[in-house]
């Protein structure tokens, strides 16, 4: 398993790069794979969805699909394209530290 | 490494829910990708855009040897049965219900989440002129209405799948 250092911390990522442990997340581990993502500065709708997800995890044991995320987390589909650009469930989950989404919606 | 899928473009030409459906999960899911999508519905599959007809999909019964009750691995519908009045309009609801459960969105939430995601949507007007149908007939997220040759050169680039 590949380990890398994100915020000053040796992180261990899936085979998908994602956190392999969710309890290593916190919120500069967060800021620093969003920046490996393109994203330089998380806004507060960032946020939004990234607490949403990680709620939603917690409750379901997988990361919601794109369908849920848009009726449930307040930020429509179009929001979520432009805040986390080519793929948001993929990557929005990758940086709140969650495994890859295994739905195809 | 092979290189990564960089743009897709889907033609649906099938105008049953089977026929639309399958389109429509990989356009969304190539958008999931970060892949570049565009949907061109043509001869039957402009239904899934027609703004009277998108609402009433429904899974084809007759002759479809594949059709088994109550689930893919339940007994075969013999396929006269298919035949039967109603028979389309039961098997849509109980695969409608099933599709519900798995979060995939009706036709049209659909179509509008798949357009929201950045997905170009086209029908096609040699059967948009075959049917006599205008730009007014269709759903607000068509983009167009554009020939065979202007698909193709929307298409440069891009691997094009039929269904």
């Known amino acids: 398993m590949a380990v890398k250092e994100y915020a000053g911390k040796m992180i261990e990522l899936d085979a998908d790069g994602n956190l392999a442990n969710l309890n290593e997340w916190n919120e500069d581990v967060a800021k620093a794979v969003a920046v490996e993502e393109g994203i330089e500065a998380l806004t507060e709708r960032h946020w939004a969805v990234i607490n949403y997800m990680r709620k939603e995890f917690s409750e379901k044991g997988d990361a919601p699909s794109i369908r849920k995320m848009t009726k449930e987390s307040g930020v429509d589909t179009k929001e979520l394209y432009a805040l986390f650009p080519k793929g948001p469930a993929k990557k929005a989950a990758r940086i709140a530290g969650l495994p890859k989404p295994k739905g195809c919606i | ?163």
């Open chain 2, 1 to 163: 490494m092979d290189e990564p899928i960089k743009k897709i473009s889907i033609v649906v030409s099938k105008g049953s829910l089977d026929g639309i459906y399958p389109g429509l999960i990989m356009a969304n899911g190539a958008r999931m990708e970060g892949i570049e999508a565009t949907l061109f519905f043509t001869f039957f599959g402009l239904h899934g855009v027609i703004d009277k007809k998108m609402d009433k999909i429904k899974v084809a019964t007759v002759g479809n040897p594949a059709m088994c009750v109550p689930s893919a691995i339940g007994p075969g519908l013999p396929t006269w049965m298919g035949a039967i009045p109603g028979m389309s309009w039961f098997a849509t609801g109980m695969m409608k219900k099933e599709m519900e459960k798995l979060d995939i969105p009706p036709v049209r939430e659909f179509i509008t989440m798949i357009h929201d995601a950045g997905c170009e949507i086209y029908a096609c007007k040699a059967t948009v002129d075959m049917f006599h149908l205008t730009k007014k007939d269709f759903c607000q997220e068509v983009d167009d209405i554009i020939s065979v040759g202007q698909f193709y050169e929307k298409s440069v680039g891009s691997q094009i799948i039929f269904t």
